[in-house]
């Protein structure tokens, strides 16, 4: 992802965060991108009990290299 789609990505996480909900797979079979570079983070069926925020922060880290 761009440093700006990152941007996007960052924000709903953290605003999910917000919410008290990890996403939980956050990767790059989650996350769409559109002609235009819209982005959309997709959600698995259920994250179940081993999601957390950590693990989320985690996994945007690593879409950042």
Do not use: C, K, Y
Request: net charge negative.
């Amino acid at each position: 992802p761009t440093p700006q789609q990152m941007l996007v990505l960052r924000e709903a996480i953290d605003r999910l965060h917000e919410l008290g909900e990890p996403h939980g797979a956050v990767d790059p079979a989650h996350i769409l991108v559109d002609e235009t570079g819209a982005i959309t983070l997709t959600f698995a069926p259920s994250p179940g009990p081993t999601a957390t925020f950590d693990l989320d922060r985690l996994a945007l880290a690593r879409l950042n290299t």
